[in-house]
């Protein structure tokens, strides 16, 4: 695995999905199935775009207690995703169970990553809300330390925080890394965001682009602007 740009596929539908990705004539991007499209249309989708050649991060971000993540990474074990994620939050015990229920029987498995803090959260939301007090680059670090603790491949947190966690972690800890905008655009509902640029400089291996590209004018255009910016491409 190497450093890539994911495109977030947040679509209410197939048809719209696909229609989206039939921009990208003769390229096949890395894409992320997330819970709006996967909910609508189930497991399908997840064959039909691996059929059609393309690298999946399927993000469910699980946060259950241990067996019922062990139970539901088994059954998604055999989608043939390249990568999926639970909830750090989870605790090790979850982490590890989701580890073991992804696991094939051959000993083969997709990477899995763990969420820190979610990227629309903010320190002053994590402190008034979630009682934790500690600062936030110290909170995702420790999440990404227990995540390393429990077997997991990586970490899905803000560029901001990547080159800290390959610190901490080490550098082929991977840092797949949400909250990207290109220089002037709105941060939407993200709170801890910077441009593709910066998040190549910062360490991240992969960078995960929703609205930037999927609402772009030229979405074929934005994904090579993240590309160039990215990789330099
Ligand atoms: O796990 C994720 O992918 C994720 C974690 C996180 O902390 N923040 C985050 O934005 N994401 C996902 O990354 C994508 C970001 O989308 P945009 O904000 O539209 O670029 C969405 O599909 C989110 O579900």
Redesign the pocket.
């Known amino acids: 695995m190497g450093k890539d740009v994911i495109i977030?596929c947040?679509f209410p539908n197939k048809k719209t999905t696909l229609d989206f990705l039939d921009k990208f004539t003769g390229r096949k991007p890395f894409v992320?199935i997330?819970m709006e499209l996967f909910y609508a249309e189930g497991p399908d989708i997840v064959r039909e775009i691996k059929g059609r050649g393309h690298q999946i991060?399927l993000?469910l971000?699980l946060h259950d207690i241990p067996n019922t993540v062990e139970k539901a990474m088994a059954s998604l074990s055999g989608l043939g995703v390249d990568m999926t994620?639970v909830h750090a939050a989870g605790t090790r015990d979850m982490m590890e169970a989701a580890l073991r229920g992804l696991t094939r029987p051959d000993g083969s498995r997709p990477i899995l990553i763990a969420?820190t803090?979610?990227?629309?959260t903010s320190q002053e939301r994590m402190q008034k809300e979630l009682l934790i007090d500690a600062p936030l680059p110290q909170v995702v670090t420790s999440y990404a330390q227990n995540a390393k603790a429990a077997g997991l491949d990586g970490v899905?947190?803000?560029p901001l925080e990547a080159g800290t966690i390959h610190e901490s972690c080490g550098r082929g800890f991977m840092t797949?890394t949400?909250?990207?905008r290109f220089a002037g655009a709105a941060a939407?509902?993200?709170s801890r965001i910077t441009t593709p640029a910066k998040a190549k400089e910062m360490g991240s291996d992969y960078i995960?682009?929703?609205?930037?590209i999927?609402k772009a004018d030229d979405p074929v255009a934005a994904y090579e602007r993240c590309l160039t910016e990215f990789l330099d491409q």
């Open positions: 977030a947040d992320k997330g991060f993000d971000k994620n969420v803090q979610l990227t629309s899905v947190c803000s797949v949400p909250g990207i939407d509902d993200q995960v682009v929703g609205r930037p999927t």
